[in-house]
C-alpha cells in the first residue's frame, strides 16, 4: 500500500533521516519508537511534505513520488491520502469543534456545508465529543482538542493516519481519553503509522514496532519480539532505560 525507499533529509549539515525504507500495508498499525531528536516525527513530516525530503522515492497506491521532482499537484495528492495529527492540537482557534472537523471537506474536498457538518457530527460522537459540536477549542481540555484533531483526521478519509507524538503535550489524565479514540481506530483497521513514546500502546495495539536511532531504522518486528527479545544492543538500552522509568511513575 505504502512504499517508502531512500528516504533522506538534512538540515544544513546534519542528516536526520538517513535512508529509510518503509513498507506499510493497508490496515497495518505501525508505531515507531526511539530517542529523542532521531528523525522520527521529521519521517512523518516528509511523508506529508510538511517537509521537504531531500531524496527517495514515495508510492501510496498507484501514486508514485520522486521526492526532489515532486511537483504541487503530486504533493498535493499525496496530502489528500495521508492525514496528520500533531503534538499541539493545531485547531483553528475562531471554529467550533464541529466547523474544525468539516473544514477539509468544504474547502479541499468542496463538499456543499450541510453535508459536510453532517458528517462532522457523526465523527464527533464517534470520539465522544457529540456534546461539544459547538465549543470552542479554548473551552475543550487538552485531551478533547486532541479527539477534535483526530476527528478531522478521520474526516480526511485518507489511506493512511501520521500521529506525531499525540498524548506528548497533554497532562496525563487526558492521555487514556486520547488513546481509547487511538485504539477504536486500530480496531477498525485504519492504517496508522504512530510515533509515541507510550510503551504499553505500542505493546497493546501495534502490529509492528519500529525502533529508530540516528536517522535510520534499527530494528523492527510484532511487539512481542521487540520489547521481549530486542536484537540490537541499541534498542535494548533504549527499552530497558525507558521501561524502567515506566514502572517508577506506574504505566
Known amino acids: 500500500m505504502i512504499k517508502v525507499r531512500q528516504l533522506v533529509k538534512r538540515f544544513g549539515q ?8 518503509l513498507d506499510i500495508q493497508q490496515g497495518e498499525i505501525i508505531v515507531v519508537i526511539g530517542p529523542s531528536g532521531t528523525g522520527k516525527s521529521t519521517l512523518l513530516r516528509c511523508l506529508n511534505f510538511l517537509e521537504q525530503p531531500d531524496a527517495g522515492t514515495l508510492e501510496i497506491g498507484d501514486l508514485e513520488v520522486d521526492v526532489t521532482r515532486a511537483t504541487r ?3 498535493l495528492a499525496v496530502r489528500r491520502r ?7 492540537y493545531a485547531l483553528f482557534a475562531n471554529k467550533t469543534a ?3 472537523i468539516a473544514e477539509r471537506l468544504v ?4 463538499w456543499p456545508e450541510e453535508k459536510a457538518q453532517v458528517l462532522a457530527r457523526k465523527i464527533l460522537e464517534r470520539v465522544g465529543l457529540a456534546d461539544r459540536a459547538d465549543a470552542f477549542p479554548v473551552s475543550l481540555s487538552g485531551g478533547q482538542q486532541q479527539r477534535v484533531g483526530i476527528g478531522r483526521a478521520m474526516a480526511a478519509q485518507a489511506d493512511v493516519i501520521l500521529f506525531d507524538e499525540p498524548t506528548s503535550a497533554l497532562d496525563p489524565e487526558w492521555v487514556g481519553e486520547v488513546l481509547s479514540v487511538m485504539k477504536t481506530l486500530a480496531e477498525e483497521r485504519q492504517t496508522m503509522l504512530v510515533v509515541t513514546h507510550e510503551m504499553g500502546f505500542a505493546r497493546d495495539v501495534a502490529d509492528r514496532v519500529i525502533f529508530m536511532d540516528e536517522g535510520r531504522i534499527v530494528e523492527q518486528g510484532p511487539p512481542s519480539q521487540l520489547f521481549e527479545s530486542p536484537r540490537d544492543p541499541r534498542t535494548r538500552s533504549f527499552l530497558r532505560k525507558v521501561l524502567s522509568e515506566n514502572a517508577l511513575i506506574g504505566e
Open 98 to 100: 464541529l466547523e474544525n
Open 82 to 88: 495521508t492525514a496528520f495529527v500533531f503534538q499541539n
Open 107 to 110: 474547502v479541499v474536498d468542496r
Open 14 to 21: 546534519t542528516t536526520v533521516l538517513d535512508g529509510i525504507d
Open 73 to 75: 499537484q503530486q504533493i
